[in-house]
């Protein structure tokens, strides 16, 4: 058979990513019915060592691929992004990667304030720096003799820091802000995660109450009793939809067609 050439599928690549750990680089491409040259192309271009990828490697790749990852690389520096990409995975650890799409959203949403805690923590050493060094500015120029003072330099370094005070108010104000905000969101990613943990549970508390209950024979013969019913109007349904129905457009058939329905007209012929 002849091999297939050009540029590999969509469905060729994801084929590639899925089982790159479990097949060789053979298997894949003659599954592919592709020589191994452009599969192994694409491995390298992907950074897929087969069978030699760890958890880490395999999750960043993974996140690398998630639809708002183009965003991101807008939204922050390269710090942050390394940032992010060490916390989204940890987090999907911490959860053993069952993570529901709500879940991913508000772990991606308290990522992101933590780097904009960062980035205010950053800009606030900086005010602090700036207002050191004013300060500094203004002891020199207080400790020289009146004559030589420059009082319109002190000026401007007082408005300065004036300004600077203003700022490293602002930046204490924004943080605490920032911090309630993770805090409410890791509460809610806590709850949302509990309440799919309970139901879960209540499911099975459901099923295995509900068997208990048949070891009373009461229970059990109205359970038998309802199942019978069922079976019953189940049986009644199929056989209405077997018969033969005029529909609007002139064509007689059976609404409903399988091999029992089939059966059913071959015995009553």
């Known amino acids: 058979m002849t091999k297939k050439r050009g540029k590999l599928s969509n469905g060729e690549m994801d084929y590639i990513r899925q089982n790159c750990f479990d097949l060789s680089?053979?298997?894949?491409?003659?599954?592919l019915n592709r020589t191994t040259a452009p599969v192994q192309r694409f491995i390298d271009k992907e950074n897929l060592k087969a069978r030699d990828l760890t958890d880490h490697e395999?999750?960043?790749?993974?996140?690398?691929?998630?639809?708002?990852?183009?965003?991101?690389?807008?939204?922050f520096n390269d710090a942050e992004i390394?940032?992010?990409?060490?916390?989204?995975i940890d987090y999907f650890k911490q959860f053993s990667e069952d993570v529901?799409?709500?879940?991913?959203?508000q772990i991606l949403e308290v990522i992101r304030t933590e780097i904009l805690i960062n980035r205010g923590m950053e800009d606030r050493q900086e005010v602090v720096s700036?207002?050191?060094?004013?300060?500094?500015?203004?002891?020199?120029?207080?400790?020289?003799?009146d004559g030589i003072q420059d009082p319109n330099a002190i000026a401007s370094?007082?408005?300065?820091?004036?300004?600077?005070?203003?700022?490293?108010?602002?930046?204490?104000?924004?943080?605490?802000?920032?911090?309630?905000?993770?805090?409410?969101l890791l509460k809610d990613l806590k709850g949302t995660r509990e309440q799919r943990k309970r139901r879960s549970e209540d499911a099975k508390t459901n099923f295995s109450s509900w068997l208990r209950q048949l070891d009373d024979e009461e229970v059990r013969k109205r359970e038998e009793h309802n199942m019978?019913?069922?079976?019953?109007?189940?049986?009644?349904?199929?056989?209405?939809?077997?018969?033969?129905?005029?529909?609007?457009?002139?064509?007689?058939?059976?609404?409903?067609?399988?091999a029992d329905t089939i059966?059913?007209?071959?015995?009553?012929?």
């Not at 960043?60 to 991101?72: C, G």
């Not at 019913?229 to 064509?251: C, M, P, S, W």
């Not at 059966?263 to 012929?269: A, S, T």
Request: aromatic share 10%.
């Open 58 to 75: 395999y999750m960043l790749i993974h996140l690398r691929e998630r639809y708002y990852y183009k965003e991101l690389q807008k939204q």
């Open 157 to 184: 370094f007082q408005t300065q820091l004036g300004a600077l005070m203003a700022s490293k108010s602002a930046y204490i104000n924004e943080h605490e802000k920032l911090l309630t905000k993770k805090e409410r």
């Open 263 to 269: 059966d059913m007209n071959e015995d009553n012929d």
């Open 25 to 31: 680089i053979e298997e894949i491409a003659e599954k």
């Open 100 to 105: 529901t799409h709500t879940e991913e959203m």
């Open 228 to 258: 019978e019913v069922n079976r019953i109007a189940a049986d009644k349904a199929l056989k209405k939809l077997a018969e033969y129905h005029t529909f609007e457009d002139g064509l007689v058939d059976q609404p409903f067609i399988n």
């Open 130 to 145: 700036n207002i050191e060094r004013l300060n500094r500015l203004i002891d020199d120029e207080m400790d020289k003799p």
């Open 82 to 88: 390394i940032f992010f990409e060490h916390q989204w």
